[in-house]
């Protein structure tokens, strides 16, 4: 595992990873889309690693539109941001001085690769609430154990957010512990300020309006207004509750 020389507070992070030039690629072996792990280098920022995933390598599924998916991560992060939650590496999408052309880059957080959500969960419940509505909120249809990473500094971060804000109800996650419990209050606070944003920061609309259709947009509306009316963790659904595999 390489060691990372960016760190995702740094202030001006979008900007390295939109102008950054590629040094290297690696192909990643994990998972049915072509994944890279790029080396990239920056004349203020110096050498750094990303996390890419072109269009063109996105295997094509049944029940998402084809070529979807990088848009859907940056849709996430977008997301995360708004709400403040910080939950998503620094993200950006991508295409000039990649070989591949378009894509999702997202910075490689440094981490333990021996630790997951079956690791943690118990000593780090209140994160896992958060990961939980955030999932909820997205509509995550693969939510597996091995995307949720802890990072040296203690940080947990989620990855791998390419299935969500489908249309349709289609929620498939390990986080089922909280099901009729109370969502906190804090969470639910954020949450319906970014129903505010929605409706007024016009920003935030255009950069969302890229990524997802209008339909996608009215359902992740629809989800605020259910979460928020509702105020409890769901079941797990009727159809496949688990993504496969689970980690």
């Given at each position: 595992m390489p060691s990372q020389a960016w760190v995702p507070d740094r202030p001006d992070i979008v900007d390295v990873l939109n102008t950054a030039s590629v040094k290297d690629y690696a192909m990643l072996a994990a998972g049915s889309n072509y994944v890279y792990l790029l080396t990239l280098t920056h004349p203020d920022a110096g050498e750094g690693y990303a996390v890419y995933k072109p269009q063109r390598g996105e295997a094509p599924l049944s029940d998402f539109p084809d070529g979807s998916l990088y848009r859907r991560e940056y849709a996430a992060y977008l997301v995360s941001e708004a709400l403040g939650w910080g939950l998503i590496p620094p993200t950006v999408v991508r295409g000039d001085g990649l070989e591949g052309g378009v894509g999702m880059l997202q910075l490689f957080i440094e981490?333990?690769?021996?630790?997951?959500?079956?690791?943690?969960?118990?000593?780090?419940?209140?994160?896992?609430?958060?990961?939980?509505?955030?999932?909820?909120?997205?509509?995550?249809?693969?939510?597996?154990?091995?995307?949720?990473?802890?990072?040296?500094?203690?940080?947990?971060?989620?990855?791998?957010?390419?299935?969500?804000?489908?249309?349709?109800?289609?929620?498939?996650?390990?986080?089922?512990?909280?099901?009729?419990?109370?969502?906190?209050?804090?969470?639910?606070?954020?949450?319906?300020?970014?129903?505010?944003?929605?409706?007024?920061?016009?920003?935030?609309?255009?950069?969302?309006?890229?990524?997802?259709?209008?339909?996608?947009?009215?359902?992740?509306?629809?989800?605020?207004?259910?979460?928020?009316?509702?105020?409890?963790?769901?079941?797990?659904?009727?159809?496949?509750?688990?993504?496969?595999?689970?980690?």
């Open positions: 981490h333990d690769p021996s630790q997951h959500y079956f690791t943690l969960k118990d000593e780090r419940a209140s994160d896992m609430q958060r990961i939980a509505v955030f999932d909820w909120l997205s509509n995550n249809a693969d939510r597996k154990g091995g995307h949720c990473l802890l990072a040296a500094d203690g940080r947990i971060w989620c990855i791998d957010q390419g299935l969500t804000f489908h249309f349709d109800d289609k929620l498939r996650t390990v986080i089922w512990e909280f099901q009729g419990e109370p969502v906190p209050d804090v969470l639910l606070g954020d949450i319906e300020a970014l129903g505010t944003r929605l409706e007024t920061d016009a920003e935030l609309q255009a950069s969302l309006g890229e990524m997802l259709t209008e339909l996608e947009l009215q359902r992740l509306r629809h989800r605020i207004e259910v979460i928020c009316r509702e105020r409890v963790y769901p079941p797990p659904p009727p159809w496949r509750p688990y993504p496969w595999p689970m980690i």
